[in-house]
T-cell receptor, first 114, second 112 residues
Framework: NAGVTQTPKFRVLKTGQSMTLLCAQD?????MYWYRQDPGMGLRLIHYSVGEGTTAKGEVPDGYNVSRLKKQNFLLGLESAAPSQTSVYFC?????????????FGPGTRLTVL | ELKVEQNPLFLSMQEGKNYTIYCNYSTTSDRLYWYRQDPGKSLESLFV?????AVKQEGRLMASLDTKARLSTLHITAAVHDLSATYFCAVDRGGSNYKLTFGKGTLLTVNP
């Protein structure tokens, strides 16, 4: 049981390049979330999904797109990277019907945009 | 809009001392979470508080929730160096999507 995994762990992009971050979970969780963490800012929700084929915007969605084609995967895309998107990105997942409503986090992806 | 404020944001303490981290939030919620993050690592769940008056303890850490005051505390007893980390509280915004709003975190340094 790997839990929540993220690929890649590190990435450096140039302004204007595109990339996709992959989040995968093997816990059969319905809910998945993408956050970004910036120094002194805590975690902020970018997008989330309540099930396969669904996505919704969070607090800071601009410049990102997401897809949830399979239940176990949640993809975060940057179409044209900007230096302001330099951050650490965390994915989380949650089981529907869990009374604790607890989210489990992946190890993070450190992205630098030059 | 839900706002979550932690204080202090930075805390330097000596081993063996006690201290409390505070988490205030602005709108009604009865679900609050505490996480620990070590440098360069992910978030580790510490406590899940699901009702008014909830108190949870694990080792030298104890968390409590007062939903009427919209306040949670994380109390550290007899701190040790291994507790050095950043601690986040997160509040469930309510509704069916279970979105969390995080505080900015408290960087705790325990000095020998």
């Amino acid at each position: 049981n790997a839990g929540v995994t993220q690929t890649p762990k590190f990435r450096v992009l140039k302004t204007g390049q595109s990339m996709t971050l992959l989040c995968a979970q093997d816990m059969n969780h319905e809910y998945m979330y993408w956050y970004r963490q910036d120094p002194g800012m805590g975690l902020r929700l970018i997008h989330y999904s309540v099930g396969e084929g669904t996505t919704a915007k969070g607090e800071v969605p601009d410049g990102y797109n997401v897809s949830r084609l399979k239940k176990q995967n949640f993809l975060l895309g940057l179409e044209s990277a900007a230096p302001s998107q330099t951050s650490v990105y965390f994915c989380a997942s949650r089981l529907a019907g869990d009374s604790r409503n607890e989210q489990f986090f992946g190890p993070g992806t450190r992205l630098t945009v030059l | 809009e839900l706002k979550v404020e932690q204080n202090p944001l930075f805390l330097s303490m000596q081993e063996g001392k006690n201290y409390t981290i505070y988490c205030n939030y602005s709108t009604t919620s009865d679900r609050l979470y505490w996480y620990r993050q070590d440098p360069g690592k992910s978030l580790e769940s510490l406590f899940v508080l699901l009702s008014n008056g909830a108190v949870k303890q694990e080792g030298r850490l104890m968390a409590s929730l007062d939903t009427k005051a919209r306040l949670s505390t994380l109390h550290i007893t007899a701190a040790v160096h291994d507790l050095s980390a950043t601690y986040f509280c997160a509040v469930d915004r309510g509704g069916s999507n279970y979105k969390l709003t995080f505080g900015k975190g408290t960087l705790l340094t325990v000095n020998p």
